[in-house]
């Protein structure tokens, strides 16, 4: 009788294979296990007493070798080597993305740029940082008022008006005098610093032929004022708070920051320490207003409250509104000295109930003449001129209109002209008719 093996037994370990051989037989009669001897290949049963004789065992699989585990040697040199190969790659790869991407967005805002000046002139693009920007022929230029009110003088020979100008792209602080017939530049004196820098520190202020200026160094200014040519500079200690002057004074008050007061003789060029001209106030604000003059006597009138008072001579207006109800803009003209009321008139020429209540804001009084603005609806604004001793009605006119923003910061006058200072810039207008004779500055938002 032939006996075969029982088998091998696989086990499977994960990745692993190990065969085992069979360690014993089996009686093919009656099942007992029979040990197993090497190299024996006859049997006989211990139970059954049955002889019989086995095949060959088979040789057990090798198992399989290990991976090996040796790594090469260490070599620095090898390994700077592809160190250095990598970072070369790298800087490389950075620069060429760099340059690409650097093309891209110039050529992008540029082409963007040309197509917002071709299509839409007068449109200034925003720079981005690094980049030019593309400003409108002749340059932008915003009129700022932060320096002080519009100052009219004789420049020259003929009326101008002198006053602080942001100019664009570099947003650079100047000193402009332009003139009031037709707005025209007639000279700058700059640049003073950006805005940003020098907004608080750049005042300006005229007396005979001089024209004094303060920048943010903090250094003073003196220049011709026919032509803006320079003749002397100070340095200060701190800067310039404010400056002013009065009517038949010799010399212009200074204040500074650190509470010192100067005062300047713009003709022998010198500069001390000293209390300003006796009724010059110096005040930060471009626009003080006196709600009762030194020895002017305002009249009571019913139904009327006066806000602000003009004064020229021995005329006066009482610039207010009605009160109480609703607050439509009036004036009311009376004699300084004695207070005696001369005239009250309603001062909008349309229907009262479409006027801002309280819209007459700033007035003036300047050859015989009463001027103050009023707003009608959320967009018009009008300039109206009385006969400061009759109370007749001169001329109402209405200014061009500025889309979105129309802020009216003051209102100037001579025998000549009227200077309306709005947003960013300044309207003139004829003082005997109101017909406009030009614009200083762009208008943030125009139409």
């Known amino acids: 009788m032939i006996m075969a093996w029982r088998g091998d037994v696989a086990l499977r370990r994960r990745d692993k294979v190990v065969v085992m051989a069979v360690k014993a037989l089996e009686c ?20 059954c007493r049955t002889h019989f004789t086995s095949t060959s065992a088979p040789a057990p699989a090798p198992a399989p070798a290990p991976p090996s585990q ?62 030019p920007v593309v400003p409108k022929a002749g340059g932008r230029s915003l009129w700022d008022d932060v320096g002080g009110a519009p100052l009219p003088a004789q420049v020259a020979g003929q009326a101008a ?74 340095p200060l200690s701190d800067r310039v708070e404010a400056m002013c002057t009065v009517e038949g004074a010799t010399e212009i008050g200074i204040a500074l920051v650190d509470e010192r007061r100067l005062r300047l003789d713009p003709v022998a060029l010198t500069l001390e320490d000293g209390a300003p001209p006796k ?10 207003r006196h709600k009762d003059p030194p020895g ?47 005239w009250r008139e309603v001062i909008p020429s349309v229907a009262p109930a479409s006027v801002q209540e309280r819209s007459n804001e700033h007035a003036a009084l300047a050859g015989g003449r009463f001027f103050t603005i009023y ?20 001329w109402d006119h209405q200014l061009r209109p500025i889309f979105a923003v129309d802020k009216i910061s003051g209102v100037v006058a001579t025998k000549e002209h009227v200077f309306v200072v709005r947003t960013s810039s300044l309207d003139i207008l004829e003082a005997a008719t109101g017909a406009p004779r030009g614009t200083v500055g762009d208008d943030t938002y125009d139409r």
């Open 28 to 47: 093919p009669k009656c099942g007992a296990s029979l040990a197993l001897v090497a190299g024996q290949q006859s049997y006989t049963c211990g139970y």
């Open 279 to 288: 009724g010059c106030v110096l005040d930060g604000s471009p626009f003080r």
């Open 375 to 394: 707003k009608v609806g959320s967009e018009d604004t009008h300039v109206a001129a009385f006969d400061a001793e009759s109370g007749a009605r001169l």
């Open 296 to 342: 002017v006597k305002a009249p009571k009138v019913e139904g009327f409250r006066g806000e602000q008072i003009v004064v020229e001579g021995r005329l006066a207006v009482s610039n207010g509104h009605k009160d109480p109800g609703t607050a439509i803009p009036q004036a009311v003209g009376f004699d300084p000295k004695t207070g005696a009321q001369r």
């Open 161 to 234: 008006v002198l006053g602080r100008i942001r100019a664009f792209p570099e947003d650079q602080l100047y000193i402009v005098a332009a003139r009031a017939a037709d707005a025209g530049t007639i000279y700058q004196v700059g640049p003073l610093g950006t805005y940003g820098d020098g907004y608080r520190a750049t005042h300006f202020a005229a007396l005979g032929e001089r024209l004094v200026v303060s920048d943010l160094r903090p250094t003073l200014r003196v220049v011709e004022l026919a032509s803006g040519k320079a003749l002397k500079e100070f």
């Open 70 to 131: 040796a790594r090469p040697a260490h070599d620095p040199a090898a390994a700077g080597r592809v160190v250095m190969r990598v970072l070369v790659t790298s800087m490389v790869m950075t620069a060429v993305i760099g340059i690409g991407v650097t093309m891209l967005i110039t050529r992008t805002q540029s082409d963007f740029a040309q197509v917002i000046a071709e299509s839409m002139p007068g449109v200034t693009m925003p720079a981005m940082p690094g980049m």
